[in-house]
């Protein structure tokens, strides 16, 4: 082979190279063009034929809250939640299978054959770990072979939706965790016995569920009850947020309270977007709200509960009273016509076994001393009429010798008249308030108050 020859096929070689080169460069920026593209396109939801694996995340149209995958403190395990996007420190306020923790990184949430979302560990057998058991069937759908997506929304719902009718089979707004969110519900629905309510998170290290519930409680009129276990442990009020200052309650958001043949729930809403807020249930036992303004870089705690030592539930017992304003004194005394159970125990400051009537007598003379300013009993033993005027209601429960004490409320959503049989249990004063109550005596009694 001659020079010339050898110098074209040294070209020719050149040339493959260079092709070659080139086209590695394209493949390359494709690749890394189609990464980028779907970086800086997040997708919102997943359909029947998609999933999201550990290290991928969902995030809602207007990237204010992700799913995905994250370790809670320093635990290892892994837990499919919802945080806030722009929160560095991912503050989770939705865990699905909090008391079903994946132990490495193989999980995949996805969406199964009959409409329901599913979470498996590939390297556990792909056993379901959770499920959302929305109980929709193939046959029941409109369509012969249904399509369903989970879709984040930017509420920090997920919602799961048949996607010919656009009807939701299931939300994660229904099986609330430890965070309520604005539109969230609590309460019950009535006719099917369905409840929406917090639990607490069983340490900082785990989402597990905890031993504190936050719940309403819908007998006499409805209230929101912190339980530890099956314990009534603080009572917030019976509506939204009659023990906490009002200005909090009613400068930015808004609160719905329903009681009909349907349900008894509360919902509350932002009247300012700049504003995102969350209410959480401590595994300590504690109601916090924070609150996110845009010019600020984190969450600031706005209230918490309980706070003193009269806001524990019953803490001076029934027919007792707790003044958290006595300082250096026993915070707890009897109502007005009342004296210590066990007067031994009272004296040593234990006030569990609270107060009993010096004197009974019914329709004998007595009256009603108006105790000012408090935090009334607990008013699942209070009975609501919203048609009886001052009057009426004081005459009403003059007439029944069951009947403790009475109120007239002016505070939507629950207007009118208020009395309590039974006992009075958690009255304490309230000095932000403007609720009074007014207390049956006998007339011996009243005599002694008014001489």
């Known amino acids: 082979m001659d ?10 070689s050149l040339q493959n190279m260079f ?10 920026a494709l690749v890394q063009f189609v990464l980028l593209i779907r970086c800086c396109n997040s997708i919102d939801s997943i359909t029947t034929d998609q999933a999201i694996r550990d290290g991928e995340v969902l995030v809602s149209n207007g990237e204010v809250f992700e799913l995905g995958f994250f370790s809670p ?6 837990y499919v939640g919802i945080w806030y996007k722009r929160d560095k420190e991912k503050t989770v306020v939705w865990v699905a299978n909090r008391d079903d923790p994946i132990n490495e990184t193989s999980g995949v949430l996805s969406i199964g054959a009959h409409g329901n979302l599913i979470l498996y560990a590939r390297n556990q057998s792909n056993i379901t770990l959770w499920s959302t058991k929305s109980n929709v069937s193939i046959s029941s759908s409109s369509t012969p072979d249904p399509k369903y997506k989970a879709q984040l929304l930017d509420t920090g719902n997920l919602v799961l939706v048949e996607q010919d009718n656009q009807k939701v089979t299931w939300q994660s707004f229904d099986y609330l ?13 009535k006719r ?9 998170w069983k340490s900082e290290d ?12 819908p007998n006499g009129a409805p209230q929101i009850i912190l339980y ?11 509506w939204w947020w009659s023990d906490v200052p009002v200005v909090l309650a009613t400068s930015f958001s808004n609160s719905t309270f329903l009681n009909n043949q349907d349900e008894v729930t509360v919902t509350w809403d932002l009247l300012n977007s700049s504003i995102s807020t969350r209410i959480v249930v401590d595994y300590s036992g504690t109601i916090q709200q924070f609150n996110w303004y ?9 209230w918490s509960g309980p706070t003193d030592r009269c806001d524990y539930y019953g803490r001076c017992g029934a027919f007792g009273y707790c003044d958290s304003e006595s300082i250096n004194v026993f915070e707890c005394k009897c109502l007005p016509g009342f004296q210590p159970k066990l007067p031994d125990e009272w004296n040593m400051r234990n006030a569990s076994s609270g107060c009993v009537r010096k004197l009974k007598s019914c329709k004998n003379g007595e009256g009603f001393i108006k105790l000012v300013k408090v935090m009334v009993p607990d008013t699942s033993w209070a009975r609501v009429d919203m048609n009886l005027s001052w009057k009426a209601c004081e005459q009403q429960c003059l007439r029944d010798c069951s009947c403790l004490a009475y109120t007239i409320s002016s505070n939507a959503p629950i207007i009118g008249c208020m009395t309590w049989y039974g006992k009075l249990v958690d009255t304490k004063n309230f000095a932000d308030g403007d609720q009074d109550l007014y207390l049956r005596v006998d007339a011996l009694e009243l005599g002694i108050l008014f001489y």
């Open 3 to 12: 020079h010339t020859s050898s110098l074209g096929l040294s070209r020719i």
């Open 19 to 28: 092709m070659n080169f080139t086209k590695g460069l394209i493949v390359t």
């Open 73 to 78: 403190g320093k635990s290892t395990n892994r």
């Open 177 to 189: 965790t430890h965070t309520v969110l604005p539109l969230m519900k609590l309460g019950i629905n």
């Open 192 to 200: 099917t016995g369905f409840k929406w309510f917090l639990t607490s």
């Open 206 to 217: 785990d989402p597990g569920t905890g031993s504190y519930t936050y719940a309403i409680d």
């Open 228 to 238: 530890n276990g099956n314990v009534r442990y603080w009572r917030t009020g019976r």
């Open 294 to 302: 845009e010019q600020d870089l984190g969450w600031n705690q706005i």
